[in-house]
């Protein structure tokens, strides 16, 4: 049973949103001795898993990575069914940890956080939700998640179609059953490719609107070996070591230090072929300068576009689907099963709407600039408003009652992706700056939630009010995730790293890929050296 509303309640600490981060958050605090409230939109836990329940979705990093850490006891008492969990597993397992660490007790489902205003005099955050709650609290921690506000589809005409419309962001938790039905997919992003295949099985007919394609590889998924499992068990902590270790986060990245541009061809193609044999994104690591390099990327992107030209019966079908205006990984690779094979189905239709764009939602169907479509359902795989989205959706203010958006109007700026100068005792949870999505999610959070536990203890031990980041600090970091940026490919995509997926929002590359080991090292020397780059402030002041 969930927390029930109430008004001026005064708690040590809010954390908003109930997913991986925030349960994780809650725990930690609880360890701490401190008491918590947390707040969560969803009728459940699960963050981004409560709400995608769209066909086919499940988790691109495997299972056994893609989990929490922290508690031995949890992973031996969990087992995970295949290499690449489902949402429904996914969410069962964060049900599990809720339950098994008695964390609903001081969650509040079904509310949405509003407005957080920061009271200079007496150091403490005021958080108000839709549901009337007024709650005050020495520390605000957004659990907020990186993909957690979906983007709204606005296309003209959309009022007017007579037929049913889904987002994937924002799926039926009854499901939908497209038999018999005429179906429109616009988006060819991660959602589309992973629902694209099992809405294929159903439908009549499947038209895939897509604008730019996407790089994919496969997750060859299926159940775990005995064996595998058995070594896992034995090495869990050998194992969670070395991902932690990898730039990525991730241990089956598998990344090597050779070279692309210096490797013999017909060896590259050899090496290429076996990490597409192992799947997932263990292609990314089979050199060190993919990402680097023009020429090196260059080999690894021709080589998935032979893999599509091998698979898609219908060679302009197969060109269509192989990208060509950016190199492959600076848009977040994509892992599927079956996404190309499914452009062989006499009951799939790809339409280029790069060539002829979308006109107009009609009430019969939709209207490019060429031709008219007749559709029964229309689902919209259009992404979200990716790292800055929740937080903006918050009236955030700090001191002098400055709002966050607005301080963030040219571009989100942090320090270490944690903190904001101007917001006092607010962390943020895997936020612009950190390395975020381009990492292990599961790893980056539970690197961040340890900093900001270690941080509020120090707090509590040293009788501090309040703790808060240097402007000096958050420019230079800022200045550095940028530079680092620049120093990789990454930056010649319009990915939604840098906004280009939302109209007129700032095209700032957001996450840091300076890699994890290095992040962690920076944090870890920060919270050593007396935290530097932080002003930290006792009661008295």
């Known amino acids: 049973m969930s927390a029930t509303p109430s008004s001026d309640t005064m708690v040590d600490a809010v954390v908003v949103g109930a997913g991986f981060s925030g349960l994780y958050m809650l725990h930690r605090l609880r360890e701490l001795g401190l008491s918590a409230r947390l707040f969560e939109a969803a009728g459940g836990v699960g963050g981004t898993w409560w709400w995608n329940r769209y066909p086919g979705a499940r988790v691109d990093i495997e299972s056994m990575e893609y989990s929490y850490s922290f508690s031995e006891a949890l992973e031996a008492e969990w087992e995970w069914s295949e290499r690449y969990a489902t949402q429904p597993e996914l969410l069962a397992y964060l049900e599990h940890v809720a339950e098994r660490f008695d964390l609903k007790r001081d969650i509040q489902f079904d509310t949405r956080v509003t407005a957080a205003t920061f009271d200079e005099t007496a150091n403490r955050w005021t958080v108000e939700t ?24 606005d296309f003209p005409g959309l009022e007017s ?20 039905q005429r179906v429109g997919v616009i988006g060819t992003g991660s959602s589309a490719i992973q629902s694209i295949p099992r809405i294929a099985e159903q439908a009549a007919h499947l038209h895939v609107f897509q604008r730019t394609p996407n ?62 044999a192992r799947g997932g994104f263990s292609l990314v690591g ?29 060679p302009q079908v197969a060109e269509a689907l192989f990208p060509k205006s950016y190199p492959i990984a600076t848009k977040r690779l994509c892992v599927d099963t079956d996404y190309y094979a499914t452009f062989n189905r006499d009951n799939v239709t790809l339409v280029d709407v790069a060539a002829a764009p979308i006109e107009a939602i009609t009430p019969t169907g939709l209207r490019t600039t060429e031709a008219e ?16 989205g929740a937080l903006n959706s918050i009236d955030i203010r700090g001191r002098g009652g400055v709002a966050l958006k607005d301080r963030w109007a040219e571009g989100p700026r942090t320090y270490l992706g944690l903190m904001v100068a101007g917001f006092p005792n607010l962390f943020i949870v895997t936020g612009p700056g950190s390395p975020s999505v381009l990492c292990n999610m599961a790893v980056a959070i539970e690197q961040h939630v340890g900093w900001i536990a270690d941080c509020i203890a120090h707090l509590s031990g040293g009788q501090l009010a309040a ?43 957001m996450p840091y890929i300076g890699g994890f080991p290095a992040y962690r090292e920076k944090c870890e020397q920060v919270a050593a050296g007396g935290y530097e780059g932080f002003t930290l402030s006792s009661a008295a002041s």
Not at 295 to 313: D, L, P, Q, W, Y
């Open 373 to 388: 479509y007749e559709l029964d359902s229309i689902v919209f795989a259009i992404g979200f408003d990716a790292m800055t």
């Open 467 to 509: 703790i808060e980041a240097t402007d000096d600090a958050q420019d230079a970091w800022v200045a550095h995730v940028n530079e680092v940026a620049e120093m990789t490919l990454y930056p010649l995509a319009n990915s939604w790293y840098i906004g280009a997926n939302v109209p007129g929002k700032p095209h700032v590359f």
């Open 286 to 314: 089979a050199f060190a300068d993919l990402i680097f390099n023009p020429a090196a990327n260059a080999t690894a992107a021709e080589f998935v576009g032979s893999k599509i030209r091998e698979i898609v019966k219908d």
């Open 215 to 276: 790089f994919s590889v496969p997750a060859h998924n299926g159940p775990f070996d005995p064996a595998f499992l058995a070594d896992w068990k034995a090495n869990r902590a050998q194992y969670r070591k070395e991902g932690r270790e990898n730039g990525f986060g991730i241990r089956a990245l598998d990344s090597s230090e050779r070279l692309a541009v210096e490797t013999p061809p017909e060896e590259r193609q050899r090496i290429y072929e076996d990490r597409w």
């Open 130 to 153: 839709d549901r009337g709650d007024r709650v005050s609290a020495r520390y605000c921690v957004m659990a907020t998640g990186c993909l957690s506000v979906a983007n709204v589809p």
């Open 161 to 180: 179609f007579k037929g049913q419309t889904y987002q994937t962001g924002h799926w039926p938790h009854e499901g939908v059953d497209f038999t018999g």
